[in-house]
Nanobody, 115 residues
Framework: VQLQASGGGLVQAGGSLRLSCAASGKISGVNVRGWYRQAPGKERELVGTILNNGITNYEDSVRGRFTVSRDVRTNTVYLQANSLKPEDTAVYFC??????????WGQGTLVTVSS
């Protein structure tokens, strides 16, 4: 089973993007879905996560601008990114973690924010 992410691209500062990530097959026991990002020369960092009960958690720099949502039925996770800044430029990775500890990663989608 693979995670397929889409929706990245080039956007001007202040603009918006919506990223999507869907599993290519069934994954049992997913309890956390989320997004991470890795900027050039930096380590991968958390963007935001969402539990099955809808509770979310965000990195401080994106809180209030980004929203993580999910469709449990289709096992899809979304990232709505608003008010984008040049420092949001990174490769964005989706992730799904199961209740037995396995973590699935998407292939990454590049988001470039121009000033």
């Amino acid at each position: 089973v693979q995670l397929q992410a889409s929706g990245g691209g080039l956007v001007q500062a202040g603009g918006s993007l919506r990223l999507s990530c869907a599993a290519s097959g069934k994954i049992s026991g997913v309890n956390v879905r989320g997004w991470y990002r890795q900027a050039p020369g930096k380590e991968r960092e958390l963007v935001g996560t969402i539990l099955n009960n809808g509770i979310t958690n965000y990195e401080d720099s994106v809180r209030g601008r980004f929203t993580v949502s999910r469709d449990v039925r289709t096992n899809t996770v979304y990232l709505q990114a608003n008010s984008l800044k040049p420092e949001d430029t990174a490769v964005y990775f989706c992730s799904m973690k199961t209740n037995y500890g396995r973590v699935y990663w998407g292939q990454g989608t590049l988001v470039t924010v121009s000033s």
